[in-house]
């Protein structure tokens, strides 16, 4: 399975972007998909998940900014982020459970200036 990422890029604080990762591959059923970041210097941290049911989890972070949303048909997954600031600068990891089995897209690299 392999997750491509794309959407990231250079925003001032306030603004938004939309990160958008695709799977591909010997898809079966993927459980959960969501989005992890990490900052220079700092531990990869969860963003949001959502499960192939809909049930979502974000962190406290981005609650109230960031929506995840996914198209199980499509093996998509989607992050809005609004209401940037320069603390949500990192790189954006998009992720995949399926079978028991973790994968990560590549990353994509967010940058938000003050």
């Known amino acids: 399975v392999q997750l491509q990422a794309s959407g990231g890029g250079l925003v001032q604080a306030g603004g938004s972007l939309r990160l958008s990762c695709a799977a591909s591959g010997s898809i079966f059923s993927i459980n959960i998909m969501g989005w992890y970041r990490q900052a220079p210097g700092k531990q990869r941290e969860l963003v949001a998940t959502i499960t192939r049911g809909g049930w979502i989890n974000y962190a406290d972070s981005v609650k109230g900014r960031f929506t995840i949303s996914r198209d199980n048909a499509k093996n998509t997954v989607l992050l809005q982020m609004n209401s940037l600031k320069p603390e949500d600068t990192a790189v954006y990891y998009c992720?995949?459970?399926?079978?028991?089995?973790?994968?990560w897209g590549q990353g994509t690299l967010v940058t938000v200036s003050s």
């Open positions: 992720n995949a459970l399926m079978a028991g089995f973790e994968y």
